[in-house]
């Protein structure tokens, strides 16, 4: 692992959204010295990230639960693509410790609420939305930040809010969220790993 971020890894379960935008956003850049998403990880090989990311030319691999337990596949992995960090973007297995400790503050995740609220374990997608929905919030945001052993407790890099009414529902929270996320996210990462 290099002291600068060249190589990040996407590990993504869903829809790829979040992982598609930061593609977009590392790999058409013109400077040679910023990061590059150079592998998307996934658990699902159902998962629409997977077409997302071989269109955009990354690789990809979809690996079971217990390999991305497995320190010695993990390890090789990473260490084929020389990967320095690592993004989380709707990505729902835990971390295994083995990366945490190869990886000390080069992990983050993004989380779909105001953090402390609504996360930890099955706080995910629109289970979240419809959380804030059945609490009556009105507010909700995203949340960037590091991983550590817990589901979404580790340190805090950023946080930003949107309002939400009394027509929202889960669908349209949703919508207000990714676009939070498409904006605020490849900055944010720029910010912390870019040169
Ligand atoms: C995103 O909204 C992300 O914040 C959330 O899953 C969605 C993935 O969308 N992550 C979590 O809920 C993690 N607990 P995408 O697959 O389109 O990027």
Redesign the pocket.
């Known amino acids: 692992m290099s002291t600068t971020v060249r190589n990040i890894a996407v590990f993504?379960s869903?829809?790829?959204?979040?992982?598609e935008n930061l593609i977009r956003y590392f790999n058409t850049m013109d400077s040679i010295h910023s990061p590059r998403i150079a592998l998307v990880v996934t658990n699902r090989p159902d998962a629409m990230?997977i077409s997302r990311a071989e269109k955009a030319g990354v690789p990809v691999r979809i690996l079971t639960r217990s390999q991305i337990n497995d320190e010695a596949v993990m390890k090789a992995l990473m260490e084929e693509f020389a990967i320095d960090a690592i993004v989380l973007?709707?990505f729902l297995l835990m971390v295994p410790l083995f990366l945490l400790r190869m990886y000390p503050d080069r992990i983050i995740?993004?989380?779909?609420s105001l953090l402390p609220r609504y996360g930890g374990r099955g706080?995910?997608?629109r289970h979240?939305h419809q959380a804030v929905i059945d609490a009556h919030d009105t507010i909700t945001g995203?949340t960037i930040h590091y991983v550590n052993e817990e589901y979404?407790s580790g340190q805090i890099l950023f946080q930003t809010s949107v309002p939400v009414t009394d027509t929202d529902t889960a669908d349209t929270v949703e919508a207000k969220?990714?676009a939070l996320?498409r904006e605020h996210f490849p900055q944010v990462v720029h910010q912390l790993w870019g040169i």
């Open positions: 993504a869903g829809s790829g959204s979040n992982a990230v973007a709707g995740n993004i989380h779909p706080m995910y997608g979240v995203i979404d969220i990714h996320e």
